[in-house]
């Protein structure tokens, strides 16, 4: 793309006007990236984290109106800035997405076929199963949650139900769909050094891959490559470009280029969309991982996630560094704002997504209803037309006795100059603050009324 005109080279003492170069309108909106940019700094700072990421979008259009990563830089001190500042985060940076995952793993298992709404596995505590060559895979959960679905899959975030539910697809039809919602490749954003993830081919996976996958482990993702996945769900099934530049424009502000709102494909139907993001609801209900994100007055869809991040130097996993992200959906009745949180290496008494991220989320979710005009429950709607009527109002008249005329607009009081058989002396301007004779006095003729306005 662009930017300026192109310049011929310049003779030795010739004088030329600068280059004008064009502009680009980006589709953030200031007053939520300002807002949710106080949020992920004071979440960086509470929880110690090595960077908290954090997106905001327009769940009808695609359009980003947030895009947020901690820590960040002053563009007018780039270099007085340490170099992991400059990092694009939401976009270069590709990590295991843990549980939020299942949103996108159910969803493909579900639309497959091989799963319904009525469809049920047992969690004792752990996902089993024996490989026809007599191996044993065991993979724990984090709790017992006995007979569940996929509501209560993700409202408990129960990895063994995710497990035994991807056991219904087969591999490949499994990595076909998850790489139509976009992971494994680069989004159309077209940012600079942009991660495309990781999604390995069937043909790579070990037995445990299937049920891990389900679970958001052993692929990598970016927080760019979440937020689009989810247009698909917020969006009836329909996967969305996301759009960061909404046009160019030249110096004499004529448009260049533009990216209008574009619906990309089909990822899963409208129904397994519904499904999907009605038990997501559940999640921020009282018994699900995402509780503390809600906000009382909105219908919100969440998912949680915790994820063990490799360690470089074991290559195994670590028992101190994770990943806590939250996804959120909102309203669930005619979805408009998506938003997504990750926390990268958290610090302190927790690293549970539902507990350290949740919560993050909800103020970030709190803050967008404050400067937008969705509804919220708690909150009184009006209608209007827009047509405003102004009532004709009558110019001031003096019988008999002296009017109260304190708050009179000036405009109402020049009939009364008109008098001849009273003297009216006016100062000031604006409204009537004080006059004299006060109200009820007697008015004959010759009688001086004075009015002082401010």
Not at 145 to 154: F, P, Q, R, S, Y
């Amino acid at each position: 793309m662009e930017l300026s005109t192109a310049s011929q080279p310049q003779a030795p003492g010739e004088s030329r006007e600068p280059a004008k170069g064009n502009s680009l309108v980006l589709t953030i909106d200031s007053s939520i990236q300002y807002s949710l940019e106080e949020i992920a700094r004071k979440t960086k700072d509470d929880t110690g984290a090595e960077s908290v990421i954090l997106l905001a979008g327009d769940a009808k259009t695609g359009e980003i109106l947030a895009y947020v990563a901690m820590p960040d830089f002053d563009p007018n001190a780039y270099f007085e800035s340490p170099t992991e500042a400059w990092y694009d985060w939401p976009s270069v940076y590709s990590y295991e997405p843990g549980s939020v995952f299942k949103v996108f793993s159910m969803a493909s298992v579900m639309d497959s076929g091989g799963i319904d709404a009525n469809t049920t596995f047992v969690c004792d505590g752990a996902y089993r199963r024996t490989a026809p060559s007599g191996e044993e895979i065991k993979i724990k959960c984090l709790g017992s949650h006995g007979v569940v679905n996929v509501e209560k899959i993700l409202e408990y975030s129960c990895n063994a139900g995710a497990a035994y539910a991807s056991d219904r697809i087969e591999p490949e039809a499994f990595y076909e769909r998850l790489s139509s919602f976009g992971f494994g490749s680069r989004t159309a954003l077209a940012l600079p050094g942009e991660s495309a993830g990781l999604l390995n081919a069937p043909s790579t996976w070990s037995l445990r891959s299937k049920p891990t996958i389900a679970m958001g482990q052993e692929l990598l993702v970016t927080a760019v490559q979440m937020f689009d996945a989810a247009t698909a769900v917020s969006n009836g099934g329909v996967l969305l470009k996301p759009i960061l530049v909404r046009r160019v424009v030249d110096a004499e502000g004529k448009t260049v280029s533009e990216n209008a709102p574009v619906a990309t494909k089909r990822v899963i139907s409208a129904q397994t969309a519904q499904t999907i993001l009605d038990a997501m609801e559940k999640v921020s209900s009282s018994g699900g991982t995402g509780w503390r994100a809600k906000v009382k007055d909105v219908r919100m869809a969440v998912k949680t996630g915790t994820a063990q991040m490799i360690d470089r130097e074991t290559k195994r996993y670590s028992d101190t560094d994770y990943i806590a992200s939250t996804l959120a959906i909102f309203p669930v009745e005619d979805p408009r704002i998506i938003v997504y949180l990750a926390i990268v290496k958290p610090k302190g008494e927790s690293y549970y997504g539902g507990r350290i991220a949740a919560p993050v989320v909800r103020d970030a979710v709190d803050a967008i209803l404050s400067v937008t005009d969705l509804p919220r429950a708690d909150s009184p709607s009006v209608e209007h037309s827009g047509r405003v009527v102004l009532p004709h109002l009558e110019g001031v008249t003096i019988g008999d006795t002296m009017p109260n005329l304190v708050g009179t607009p000036k405009r109402l009081l020049l009939p009364l100059l008109e008098r001849r058989d009273i003297s009216v002396r006016m100062s000031g301007e604006g409204y009537v603050a004080s006059q004299s004779p006060p109200e009820g006095t007697p008015i004959a003729p010759g009688a001086v009324i004075e009015l002082e306005l401010k």
